[in-house]
């Protein structure tokens, strides 16, 4: 009798890759930075808090398609409404661009170019 192995690559890359920006968040913030996820009319995965105030929103999107894509900005625009940011960064597999939403800017950074960003703290 063989042994059958399985993989779920696209259920699983989603979620490891928001454990390595995870890890990787926690690596580069100060001690006195705190990370949450936010769900309001929309889901962030990652809110960057210094103090009382947000700094930083992060949506993780590996695999992006339009209907993915739209349902991202859609909830990083709401967080970012919700916390007075005019910037919001997404992580993706291969896009690097930014474009403008409702005069806000959303930032498109591949995993790879985001994990060598030079300033590697957030403050």
């Excluded at 779920?8 to 928001?18: L, N, Q, T, V």
């Excluded at 991202?72 to 940011?85: G, P, T, W, Y």
Aim: charged share 40%; proline share 1%; hydrophobic share 40%.
């Amino acid at each position: 009798m063989r042994n059958a192995v399985s993989f779920k690559f696209s259920a699983d890359i989603g979620r490891a890759i928001e454990n390595l920006v995870f890890i990787e968040l926690k690596r580069r913030s100060s001690d006195s930075a705190e990370i949450y996820y936010w769900k309001n009319k929309g889901e962030v995965d990652f809110v960057i808090k210094e103090g009382l105030r947000v700094k930083e929103l992060i949506q993780v999107c590996y695999s992006m398609n339009e209907k993915t894509e739209e349902r991202e900005v859609r909830s990083l625009i709401k967080a970012m409404d919700e916390f007075k940011l005019k910037e919001g960064l997404v992580i993706t597999e291969d896009l690097d661009k930014e474009v403008e939403v409702d005069n806000k800017k959303i930032v498109y950074k591949p995993l790879w170019k985001w994990l060598l960003r030079l300033n590697n703290k957030i403050e």
